[in-house]
């Protein structure tokens, strides 16, 4: 019914930059909080950046300075621009929204994650 699809994840040398998309569709009256999460492998997922529909942001400590989060409301998109990035980024990204369907359901949508490494 609604799908968020994310893209932009790669491979990068420390100290590069990566931008992620996340794109929702489906029957979708409104989206107010949307994040990014992340998961390196043997840790536990992890909140790294969120914003509000009025574009209110909030980051995690250890990515804060070097990833901005934004959002396209006419586009229902929600970005990641990383900048600095260094090996301990390396992780699976996934973005994250709260959905009111056309249907005046609430749901929380989770993207399927794009995989970000970062080389020394």
């Known amino acids: 019914q609604v799908q968020l699809v994310e893209s932009g994840g790669g491979l990068v040398q420390a100290g590069g930059s990566l931008r992620l998309s996340c794109a929702a569709s489906?029957?979708?009256?409104?989206?107010?909080?949307m994040g990014w999460y992340r998961q390196a492998p043997g840790k536990q997922r992890e909140l790294i950046a969120r914003?509000?529909?009025?574009?209110?942001?909030n980051y995690a400590e250890s990515v804060k300075g070097r990833f901005t989060i934004s959002r396209d409301n006419a586009k229902n998109t929600v970005y990641l621009q990383m900048n600095s990035l260094k090996p301990e980024d390396t992780a699976v990204y996934s973005c994250?929204?709260?959905?009111?369907?056309?249907?005046?359901?609430?749901?929380?949508?989770w993207g399927q994650g794009t995989l970000v490494t970062v080389s020394s």
């Open positions: 994250n929204a709260e959905v009111v369907t056309m249907s005046f359901r609430s749901l929380e949508v």
């Open positions: 914003i509000t529909s009025g574009r209110s942001t």
């Open positions: 489906g029957s979708i009256r409104s989206i107010n909080p």
